[in-house]
């Protein structure tokens, strides 16, 4: 009763096999001729055995073409001798007219098959090898049919009359019926009112009544033909909405026609688990796109599970369906049922069986599931007691693989559920893993946990998991700052638990997995989907000019054809490798490096933007619009944001929100509308403490936002206030890299209120942070702030400024953002004018040319303070040199961002 | 009140009628009813009172002749009339005649041919239910030559499509019998059309009410309390007997009880009634009672097997091995291939703890039945008990998705996913089953047992699920006890104190003694001697002395101390001394 015996490779008779049976009749006649009748040369003979061999390595697809599907093919491969093929296939089909008919046409099937020992062929003669593949295929189809019971003859000689008879009937109504194919589709989900409504139109048309259904199909099938190959796309141009979910619907429903029509023929297990897949795969991408209508899945789920109710897979998939479309209590319903029928041991290919406990079934992996689910419905604390319970369970079973599972997602959750809210829920719960653990902090818990995880899985060889763990562990090395705290200071060792190189190092072990796996593609083809796609690479050449336009938009795949077969890389592992390199892109970010990171970013988008969950394509969108902001202004950042937003509508928590009240903030500041500035530093708030537990980071966020604003403001005792609350924040929950932000800011505001003096520890301590833990962006910029606050000193010191700011200038030139880059050039100007040897009358480009450059950037950026600063200093320039002219452009300039400041709200009308 | 006799000649006719359609269950029903009437005390002979139950076939030749020698005019109708159809064509046609035996001789295929250009509505009816009947034979048949690894069972009658699509061409030009729409609701009921079969069947069983396979058919349809309010049904006594079923299936025992209550009045010997009764009774766990309306139905329709395998649970929660067997012996020899047959015996093999020939038997009756929902939940508690939990999980799955109000699946899927040692998955279960039954104290403390397992540890909440279990009237005490021990070990010694009182009530109420009762008095009894409260904490401990064993003297140890406190002495010092 539990579970299901795979009986991997069940071949069945069909009508398809039948016509395939056929053509390998025509192609190797037992007749022995050189070249057989209709084949006019050599070339044309081997083109049909390249077709035949590709249709039978597809032959264990879900999907078999029909009749007039094939007739079609026919026509692109037979050329001249078309109609003569399709003649011969349509008559022989028809000369079968009864059951014994079938019986005497598989006894003629052996004739064509060549004797065991090949010793006696003579040269010119066609003999199909009992060995290759073709033979084996006849081999296989009448060892099939010789196994069929009397009832099983019938079955297969009624569906040969279906599978003729549609093919007849459609061909004449094919035109007919196009114009109105979206009525059509509604027909068969029409229910009984428009049944009673439309009887009175039925009534006139009653012949037509009754061909609907099969023509329906037969149109379905004929256009979507063409659009199952462009369902991918589809959801690229999801811009022209309308058309694309068309596109869509029309081929899920062919999915449902198909289904229901061909159940007259078995399918193998086999193949419908690589169906399932695929159709899960779908899910997974596509699950939460508007595009997507888990509705007409859900149908095409309900009646698969009607024809098949021993396949309890179709309940995960109804799980996965459902959790993409945000219904908690069928999701949770569906996967309860999944793993009741199933016992874990049926579906997850992932989990090789371990050995021993498949008595017990293997329901931890229910829990692991289970938790999972609870934590993307938000309920980490569930999430952690099943977690918990998993980790139990499977330790019980010894089922090393789940545990491993289960260790990477309660790392993964604790890490996402920020840290604060966790403390006080780890401390209910307790398991032999994370007791060990429970005197440490969170971060320590999260290292251990993937640690174990990782090691278990790296001693069972799960490679996607050792790939993800590496690439979580990676993040955590980047994130979390493992330093000694008692020796901190200059003189102690510069050795911490993190840097570069060991970041890169997980990153690369992440992404060894694409080698590991084009070197086993071959064991991984277990999925009877894969098979299809010989067919339609060998169609590419051939088929309808549809086809080909394709290519040209599916470019951005051609990157795994350099790996090996193009299908040979699952989604999951693309969608691991394209988080490697968002990974890449977040590392460079911090350690400075805007043009590395915004590569990363690109890569990602371009390569893996197909494969990839719609909440990480919105990343990548994220990272790129926020490089726009900092290096081209707040113009095109918005414009790019507009579309952002349309494109990630309906990811759940999307993060656009969070992205956009950031950008308005900073601009705000730049204009010096504090007002708006605080409005959005409060809302940041709020989405930092949500009902699931307060985010952390987040909330860090906001409040450095806080105690700029306040700076803004010009309340700096206040703002230190802030500053110094946060900074003790992060220290207390380990944030590193924060406090190195935080003490630069207590730099700024010192530097602004006009104590230097204590300013200078500051930004010497955050310099001393940023070098231990190679931030090499923020270095400069807290070694430019340091140049200032010597400046601020008194003017004695501006060549020692000017020193220190020189030091810093590749890197704020190279990587800055516009800011910072101007802030730079301002201060260099400031540094010659207070510099008593420095005369301006003699040198006056450098200070000149570094001004320009500062108000241009400036002038993308609408930071109308410093670039009132620039003009004003350009406009004393010109006065001392006497340019008067140039003066007045300046001082015109000067005002005009004076009074921009000053009336801060013209800006905002005109904010998005 | 509709008068007895009125009644009686109208099943009379509805028999004649329904077996002329070959619609032999619902004449079968009829059939029992009629004989459920009391018969009129002056049309008999203090003889025949004696055949009144028991021995039938006297009182119906003698009710037959009775009926053709004085056709009544039905008097004292208060409910609608539903006049009774005209006989139509009084002489069948001789290819009518032809067709229903073959219909007898089950060759349906040959029926519907012969009667392929009838145009009266009989014939027509005749010939499509034979369409229809023989679909199904073709389908029963399909399902097992298509067997696939996954199960597939998508066989379909095949005569469904033109079946439907004669009935409703029928049915619009309103050349269609009440018998026909029966069948069109069938047809579109097996089509998935259900508010449509619905709306068929009610037209159906107004016009003509006493088809029972058609109420049956309706009854299935209404799988809420919301869709029984809606439908638009006539008055008519059959409604009743309707309504009482539907109460059942719905859960609403009391209401059906009532029901059946009513009808009694009428049809105060059917068996049908009585068996309806026991259901509902048992399903209110009257368990006594049930078994006494079983044995007294047995008694006069001893080769019944319909509804014998409640009459088994109750001999099985009775633990009556002998006899459970011997039910198991008569059904056997009445009818082995019968679900109920099975099962019966089933419960027997398990009562005897053979489990493994348990199995079989259950297996056997889903063979035969694939939708027989108890043998899944009784399958699942063999598998509990061979410990087989997955396949224990299998089956009762199996059940709660035939009926997703099967509370004992819900908790058997609790029980096994605990035994597996995931409490705190087993929950959603219980909650599932309390769900459908929240009034009964065992889900409750399954629950709380849950909470209280040491993996999960979550005293507060098996707490609350002990109380609801104590407003349930728990029987067998344990949600007290518990409640107290709970409160105790959470040092909450009032609540506790509170608790173990009750308890002690409860269990002189019962006369019971035991491990329990010391507990709770020697708990009591120091509880009352640190508050200080040394009149009632004496009481306890004079209760304790009656006892013998260690509890004696640690009763006599606390005495010592209260007499010590009360004197005022330092009781330190004292203690020592030897009495």
Redesign the interface.
Known sequence: ????PR?AG?FAVTPHKISVCILLQIYAPSAQMSLPFPFSSVSQHNRLGLYLFSLTKSCDDIFEPKLEELINQLRDVGEEMDAWLTDHLTNRFSSLASPDDLLNFFNDMRGILGSLDSGAVQDDQIILDPNSNLGMFVRRCILAFNLL?F??VC?LFSSIEDYCKVAHSSSAQFDASNDNLESLTQYDQMD?EN?VMG?ATEELSVPFHLHTPEALIKVTEGITYGLRVTRKESSRISKKNTEATRVVCASTSTLEDTLVDE?LF????FQ?QGFLMEQADAIETHGSSSSFSSSLVESFLEQLQ??????HRVHFLRYLNKLHSDDYFAA?DNL??YF??S?GNEGFDLVPPSTGCS???R?EI??LC?GMMHFRFGHPNLAL??LT?AV??SQ?LSNDTCLAYTLAAMSTLLSEMGIASTSSVLGSSYSPVTSTASSLSVQQRVYILLKESLRRADSLKLRRLVASNHLAMAKFELMHVQRPLLSFGPKASVRHKTCPVSVCKEIRLGAHLISDFSSESSTMTVDGSLSSAWLKDLQKPWGPPVISQDSSSRKSSTFFQLCDHPVSIPGSVSQLIGASYLLRATSWELYGSAPMARMNTLVYATLFGDSSSSSDGELAYLKLIQHLALYKGYKDAFAALKIAEEKFLTVPKSKILLLKLQLLHERALHCGNVKLAQRMCNELGGLASTAMGVDMELKVEASLREARTLLAAKQYSQAANVAHSLFCTCHKFNLQIEKASVLLLLAEIHKKSGNAVLGLPYALASISFCQSFNLDLLNASATLTLAELWLGLGSNHAKRALDLLHGAFPMILGHGGLELRARAYIFEANCYLSDPSYSVSTDSDTILDSLRQASDELQDLEFHELAAEASYLMAMVYDKLGRVEEREDAAALFKKHIIALENPHDVEQNMP | MVSKESCRNEIRAAIRQLSDRCLYSAAKWAGEQLVGIEQDPSNFTPSNTRFQRGSSSIRRRFSTNESISTPLPSVGFSQAATPLPEEDETIDGDLYLLAKSYFDCREYRRASHVLRDQMSKKSVFLRCYALYLAGEKRKEEEMIELEGPLGKSDAINRELVSLERELSALRRAGTIDSFGLYLYGVVLKEKGNESLARASLVESVNSYPWNWSAWLELQSLCTSIEILNSLNLNNHWMKEFFLGNAYQELRMHTESLAKYDYLQGIFSFSNYIQAQTAKAQYSLREFDQVEIMFEELLRNDPYRVEDMDLYSNVLYAKEACAALSYLAHKVFLTDKYRPESCCIIGNYYSLKGQHEKAVMYFRRALKLNKKYLSAWTLMGHEYVEMKNTPAAIDAYRRAVDINPCDYRAWYGLGQAYEMMGMPFYALHYFRKSIFFLPNDSRLWIAMAKCYQTEQLHMLEEAIKCYKRAVNCTDTEGIALNQLAKLHQKLERNDEAAFYFEKDLERMDAEGLEGPNMFEALVFLATHFKTHKKFEEAEVYCTRLLDYSGPEKEKAKSLLRGIRMAQTGFPSMDLEHFPI
């Open positions: 009763m539990a579970g299901l009986t069940a019971s009832e099983g079955h009984m049944y009887i159940s078995l399918r193998t297990n419908i009607n024809l098949a109710p021993e396949l949770l309860l049922r009741d029928y016992a008595m017990y079934g329901y229910a829990l289970l007691e099943v319970e139990r369970v019980q």
